[in-house]
């Protein structure tokens, strides 16, 4: 085995880790645009566009991540190996989770470029895959961060708590809200919900009384 390049190692490393922040932002934007909620400072639609514009930059620090990866003679890592998991002869399990979460995110980037012509449910049911690709792409950098097949320590560890924590906060509070009844918003609903069936005559119970009680006062 020759001689590893230093200068490529490194970007290695580097453009591994800015992919570690990138894609953990990428995906806590995600959830803040699917909940509907935006940063401080700015309004919705610029939620969306900075989640957009990071994917766009992520995905392009992985590209160099990936090409320096395969270009460092450190270890012995083709195209193939990028793109075709758990084939490498080297650490074939925790590089083949890097080249599954690449997998699934190129999925996703192509299929919203494309999403005009896919139409949103379909590009919604490819969109779930960044999801999946984000904790893949996280024990992938765990098991390979230090580029000799251990894993990560010191403040490469904190920086992976730092980014971890607060996505899975967001998804939580996803899940949550969306396991929990959705309150009617239509007129019939929201009549069904008082105690009225949408016909407007009142129900037994609760909505009876109401009604009666409504009546009685008009009549006084």
């Given at each position: 085995?020759?001689?590893?390049?230093?200068?490529?190692?490194?970007?290695?490393?580097?453009?591994?880790?800015?992919?570690?922040?990138?894609?953990?932002?990428?995906?806590?934007?995600?959830?803040?645009?699917?909940?509907r909620?935006?940063?401080?400072?700015?309004?919705?639609?610029?939620?969306?566009?900075?989640?957009?514009?990071?994917?766009?930059?992520?995905?392009?620090?992985?590209?160099?991540?990936?090409?320096?990866?395969?270009?460092?003679?450190?270890?012995?890592?083709?195209?193939?190996?990028?793109?075709?998991?758990?084939?490498?002869?080297?650490?074939?399990?925790w590089?083949?989770?890097?080249?599954?979460?690449?997998?699934?995110?190129?999925?996703?980037?192509?299929?919203?470029?494309?999403r005009?012509?896919?139409?949103?449910?379909?590009?919604?049911?490819?969109?779930?895959?960044?999801?999946?690709?984000?904790?893949?792409?996280?024990?992938?950098?765990?098991?390979?961060?230090?580029?000799?097949?251990?894993?990560?320590?010191?403040?490469a560890?904190?920086?992976?708590?730092?980014?971890?924590?607060?996505?899975?906060?967001?998804?939580?509070?996803?899940?949550?809200?969306?396991?929990?009844?959705?309150?009617?918003?239509?007129?019939?609903?929201?009549?069904?919900?008082?105690?009225?069936?949408?016909?407007?005559?009142?129900?037994?119970?609760?909505?009876?009384?109401?009604?009666?009680?409504?009546?009685?006062?008009?009549?006084?």
């Amino acid at each position: 085995m020759t001689a590893t390049t230093p200068v490529l190692w490194y970007a290695s490393q580097a453009t591994g880790v800015v992919c570690l922040v990138l894609f953990s932002a990428v995906t806590l934007l995600g959830v803040m645009v699917r909940l509907r909620t935006s940063l401080p400072g700015l309004p919705r639609f610029g939620t969306v566009t900075l989640h957009r514009s990071l994917s766009l930059m992520a995905m392009l620090f992985l590209a160099v991540h990936i090409l320096t990866a395969v270009g460092d003679s450190f270890v012995n890592i083709s195209l193939l190996d990028a793109v075709l998991p758990f084939v490498s002869g080297y650490q074939p399990l925790w590089l083949g989770l890097g080249t599954v979460a690449f997998d699934l995110m190129l999925a996703v980037v192509v299929t919203s470029l494309l999403r005009a012509r896919l139409g949103h449910r379909s590009w919604r049911a490819v969109h779930w895959l960044a999801y999946a690709s984000w904790p893949v792409a996280v024990v992938h950098g765990i098991t390979l961060g230090s580029g000799s097949g251990h894993p990560v320590s010191g403040a490469a560890l904190w920086l992976t708590v730092g980014c971890v924590a607060p996505v899975l906060v967001a998804i939580a509070v996803r899940l949550y809200l969306a396991a929990r009844p959705s309150a009617p918003t239509t007129p019939a609903g929201l009549l069904a919900a008082s105690g009225f069936p949408a016909t407007g005559v009142p129900a037994t119970g609760a909505g009876a009384r109401d009604l009666a009680t409504t009546s009685t006062r008009n009549g006084a």
